[in-house]
């Protein structure tokens, strides 16, 4: 997920400081996406370098509050940025690689490795994974905010489409070598 939009979406709602911003990114993620909170202040410091955002005018010396804390509004660029993010769809190109992609791509091509080995060590770590996701997404209830909900269901299908993505790779794997490319 782009931090730097994550953090536009939630000053829409309103005036924020760094800490509000990283809880309410994380509660919004069912905590899978944890960030730190100097990951926040950074995108920050290049959200209002590029125009995006802006400190609260209504603070005291440097936009700080009573407390020391900066608060940060949305400008109107920065909502304009927002609107074309949510029109604009994702591209599978625009994702991080996948690194288990590559890494049984290297296993394969690689003398001495145990593709199959490497494949059932990742469909026990999935299937742990999924079981634990099924577990989290029993213990939301009517009351979980729906963003919460949709990220742990996203998450159990990429664990199952994974799985039957290995699946595939053993069957791939088995056939004669002839088969094979």
Known sequence: MSVRHGLLALLS???RYGYQLRAEFEASTATTWPLNIGQVYTTLSRLERDGLVSRDDQGGQDGQDEQGRVRYAITSEGRDELDRWFAK????????RDELVIKLAMAVTTPGVDVAAVIRAQRSATMRSLQELTRALRTLDA???AAQRLVVDSMI???EAEQRWLDHCEAVL???SEENP
């Open 13 to 15: 709602r309103g005036l």
């Open 89 to 96: 769809p994702v591209s599978r190109a625009d994702r991080p």
């Open 143 to 145: 009351s979980t905010e």
């Open 157 to 159: 299908f990429h664990a």
């Open 174 to 176: 088995a056939r004669p």
